[in-house]
């Protein structure tokens, strides 16, 4: 399996703000994917982040709202910036390892 | 484009009932996988299953089976005998073959009363 490691776990931000969510995998992996799962919802892809490149986004999601990095091949950031309520979610990173995907515990977010 | 249906948005059993979750998908692709997670109020995202595309061979681990038939383009999953903990939201999932993201379903709850 794989370890992945998300900070914060929870926090409540008041709107207009920034909060940056680490992601940290136990091992390499090429590619690391970030998920938003809204109140009482499905989850959905905001991006994939290849290592050495840009994020690529999801119709809806853009760059200046979630900036992504990805700095090594064991971890990655988004931002949520210029926060309003409806950016209170769950985000979640996954990775793909040995065929299985695996996803962080979380980051719960609470935009006031 | 690929999609998930899970049409049961909530089920409620008594414990010791079987019960199965429904989960239909569509794909182009010859190629693709199949997943289920558990989510249960904690919030974090169980691993249960993933299945490929040329393997449609029912699988069974403990009480938990599922039932994939490409000809119906279905991955439906049965708990039997359920338990209180079985309580969770549960998400069904598909993705192109290798290191692709997921599309999930919208998640069906499932209530277990003891």
């Known amino acids: 399996s794989a370890v992945i490691s998300q900070k914060p776990s929870r926090d409540i931000c008041q709107r207009g703000t920034s909060l940056t969510i680490q992601c940290q995998v136990d091992?390499?992996?090429?590619?690391m994917f970030w998920y938003r799962q809204q109140p009482g919802q499905s989850l959905t892809l905001i991006a994939t982040a290849n290592q050495g490149s840009e994020a690529t986004y999801e119709s809806g999601f853009v760059i200046d709202k979630f900036p992504i990095s990805r700095p090594n091949l064991t971890f990655s950031t988004l931002t949520v910036s210029n926060m309003s309520p409806e950016d209170s979610s769950i985000y979640l990173c996954s990775v793909e390892r040995y065929d299985e995907q695996y996803f962080g515990p979380g980051t719960r977010l609470t935009v006031t | 484009a690929q999609k998930v249906t899970q049409a049961q948005t909530e089920i409620s059993v008594v414990e010791k009932e079987d019960v199965t979750l429904d989960c239909v998908y569509e794909?182009?692709?010859?190629?693709?996988?199949l997943f289920w997670y558990k989510q249960p109020p904690s919030g974090e995202l169980v691993f249960l299953i993933r299945r490929n595309s040329f393997d449609e061979q029912n699988e069974i681990s403990g009480r938990y089976s599922w039932n994939f038939q490409k000809s119906t383009s279905s991955f439906n999953f049965t708990i039997t005998a359920s338990q209180v903990v079985d309580s969770a939201v549960y998400f069904c999932a598909l993705s192109e073959a290798g290191n692709t993201p997921l599309v999930f379903g919208k998640g069906t709850r499932l209530s277990v009363i003891a």
């Open positions: 091992s390499q992996v090429t590619m």
């Open positions: 794909t182009r692709d010859t190629t693709y996988y």
